[in-house]
C-alpha cells in the first residue's frame, strides 16, 4: 500500500503501467542516479524512471569500465536514491556476472529489493542463461528490465564502448533477442548504441517500452548517464548527449530540459543518432 506524503499529488510510477504508456504513446524519461540528493531533483523534474546503473563503476567510482562493481555498491547506491525520491519507478542493475546463473541472480535482485528498495532489476544481454535467468527472476515476481546493443559488461568481447547491429546478420539477431526478452518477461528494454532504423523497427516489433541510449528518437523513451546530460563527464562528450545543463541553467532544470524533450520528440535529433 502507498501512503503518499503530505503535498505529493501524483501517484507513483508502476510496472503494470509501462506497457500501457507506451499503447497511449506516452514517451518515457530515465536518467541514472546514484545519491538521495540527485533523485529528489530528478523527482521533481518529473522523470518517470531512474536508473541506478552499474555506470557508477565509471562516473562515481573512475575506473574505466563497469566491470568492477559488486552486488553490495548497487544495494548501498539503490538504497540512498529511494531514500530520495519515491514517484519514479526505480530500476537497479545487476552488475557484472550477478546474472551468471539463475540463482546467483535471484540471490542479488532479492536483496536489491528488499535492502535497495528497487522495483526492477536490469540484466545485460540476450544469450541462453540470460534469458534463463530473466524467467527465473519474473516466476518470482521480480520484475525485470532487458538491455541490448552495447551491452558495457561485454566489454572485452566486443572490443570497446562501440556501436552494436549495424551489419545484417548482427541486426537479426538484436531482432531475434529483443523477442527472445520480451517472451522471457521482461517489462522495460534498453537499446543502447544501435542504429536509428533498427531501434525504431525493434520498438514496432516489441508491446513493451523500448528506452533507447544512443539508438535515435524512435524508441519509446530515452536514457542519459546523469554525469553525460549534466555534462560533467570528463572527456569528449559521446554523440548521443546533449548539453542540457547549458539549456536549463541549474541541475533542475536540465532534467527538466530533459524530460520536455523526451515527451515533445526533440530529443534525440539526428546529431544525436546513428544511421
Ligand atoms: O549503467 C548504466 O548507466 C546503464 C545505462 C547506460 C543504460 O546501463
Request: negative net charge; contains cysteine; charged residues 20%.
Amino acid at each position: 500500500m502507498y501512503n503518499a506524503r503530505p503535498g505529493e499529488t501524483e501517484p507513483p510510477v508502476t510496472v503494470p503501467s509501462l506497457r500501457q504508456r507506451k499503447a497511449r504513446g506516452e514517451r518515457l524519461s530515465m536518467v541514472t542516479c546514484y545519491d538521495a540528493s540527485f533523485a529528489a531533483r530528478l523527482e521533481a523534474a518529473g522523470v518517470e524512471l531512474i536508473l541506478v546503473g552499474d555506470s557508477l563503476g565509471m562516473v562515481v567510482q573512475g575506473h574505466r569500465h563497469t566491470l568492477g562493481v559488486t552486488v553490495d555498491h548497487m544495494v548501498y547506491h539503490s538504497a540512498a536514491v529511494a531514500r530520495g525520491a519515491r514517484r519514479p519507478l526505480l530500476i537497479v542493475d545487476l552488475p557484472y556476472q550477478a546474472a551468471a546463473t539463475p540463482e546467483r541472480a535471484l540471490h542479488a535482485a532479492a536483496r536489491l529489493q528488499a535492502e535497495g528498495n528497487a522495483a526492477m532489476v536490469k540484466l545485460e544481454g540476450g544469450a541462453g542463461h540470460v534469458l534463463d535467468a530473466i524467467r527465473f527472476l519474473v516466476e518470482r515476481d521480480i520484475p525485470v528490465c532487458g538491455h541490448l546493443g552495447l551491452t558495457p559488461q561485454s566489454v572485452h568481447r566486443l572490443g570497446g564502448f562501440r556501436l552494436q547491429g549495424r551489419e545484417p546478420d548482427a541486426a537479426r539477431l538484436l531482432r531475434e533477442q529483443a523477442l527472445a526478452v520480451q517472451q522471457a518477461g521482461a517489462e522495460l528494454l534498453v537499446l543502447e548504441c544501435v542504429p536509428s532504423a533498427l531501434a525504431t523497427e525493434i520498438t514496432a516489433l516489441l508491446e513493451i517500452p523500448t528506452i533507447g541510449i544512443g539508438a535515435g528518437p524512435g524508441c519509446d523513451g530515452q536514457v542519459l548517464v546523469m554525469h553525460d546530460l549534466l555534462g560533467v563527464t570528463p572527456g569528449r562528450r559521446p554523440r548521443f548527449v546533449r548539453d542540457f545543463l547549458a539549456e536549463g541553467g541549474s541541475v533542475e532544470g536540465a532534467f527538466r530540459r530533459f524530460v520536455e524533450a523526451v515527451r515533445e520528440g526533440s530529443f534525440p535529433g539526428p546529431e544525436h543518432s546513428y544511421e
